[in-house]
Antibody
Framework: QVQLQESGPGLVKPSETLSLTCTVSGGSISSYYWSWIRQPPGKGLEWIGYIYYSGSTNYNPSLKSRVTISVDTSKNQFSLKLSSVTAADTAVYYC????????????????????WGQGTLVTVSS | DIQMTQSPSSLSASVGDRVTITCQASQDISNYLNWYQQKPGKAPKLLIYDASNLETGVPSRFSGSGSGTDFTFTISSLQPEDIATYYCQQYDNLRTFGGGTKVEIK
């Protein structure tokens, strides 16, 4: 059974860089896309970006200038860095597996988040 | 960017009721849409993928339909354990979630 676990500081100062790591167990990080998603307290879900195990990335345009996602296949981990944080970045941060499946009916790919970490609350405050 | 608009934002229904949630995309996304259930303090759980396909192990009272810009999620007979917030999510262009629909028991 695939499991994901987020780790990192729970408190970050304004203007600093938020750094989180997601460790994947029970399966290989290879051959999959991996995403970061966040949820401010009492609000909805916001996709931050994804990385393919090979290292290619794609980010939410609204966060692109501040986000970097990287992968370490030797450790079965991927990481998030979000720079110049403000109070608006306070949220529960989730990592998730972004599974890609070939659909023979449409000859295209389906994507869905099928495994999630439990989430970690990061508060931005001085 | 593709925007996803869910409605209603909340609803209250009785056990056994049929519950319907809609999700509208700002442009044609074919059937590239998923539905998730999130219970308080928990990570979201995949229920429906590709607009209408039930994830393995998910009860058959949950269903999804639609294509293009208009999608529907239905619980055929609401159960107490279905109390949660439901989100749609598109993957035609990057990823975007709808704003969520909180389902409560009347």
């Amino acid at each position: 059974q695939v499991q994901l676990q987020e780790s990192g500081p729970g408190l970050v100062k304004p203007s600093e860089t938020l750094s989180l790591t997601c460790t994947v167990s029970g399966g290989s990080i290879s051959s999959y896309y991996w995403s970061w998603i966040r949820q401010p307290p009492g609000k909805g879900l916001e996709w931050i970006g994804y990385i393919y195990y090979s290292g290619s990335t794609n980010y939410n345009p609204s966060l692109k200038s501040r986000v970097t996602i990287s992968v370490d296949t030797s450790k079965n981990q991927f990481s998030l860095k979000l720079s110049s944080v403000t109070a608006a970045d306070t949220a529960v941060y989730y990592c998730a597996r972004d599974t890609r499946v070939f659909d023979y009916d449409s000859s295209g790919y389906l994507y869905y988040f099928d495994y999630w970490g439990q989430g970690t609350l990061v508060t931005v405050s001085s | 960017d593709i925007q996803m608009t869910q409605s209603p934002s909340s609803l209250s229904a009785s056990v056994g009721d049929r519950v319907t949630i809609t999700c509208q995309a700002s442009q044609d996304i074919s059937n590239y849409l998923n539905w998730y259930q999130q219970k308080p303090g928990k990570a979201p759980k995949l229920l429906i993928y590709d607009a209408s396909n039930l994830e393995t192990g998910v009860p058959s009272r949950f269903s999804g339909s639609g294509s293009g810009t208009d999608f529907t999620f239905t619980i055929s007979s609401l159960q107490p354990e279905d109390i949660a917030t439901y989100y749609c999510q598109q993957y035609d262009n990057l990823r975007t979630f709808g704003g969520g629909t909180k389902v409560e028991i009347k």
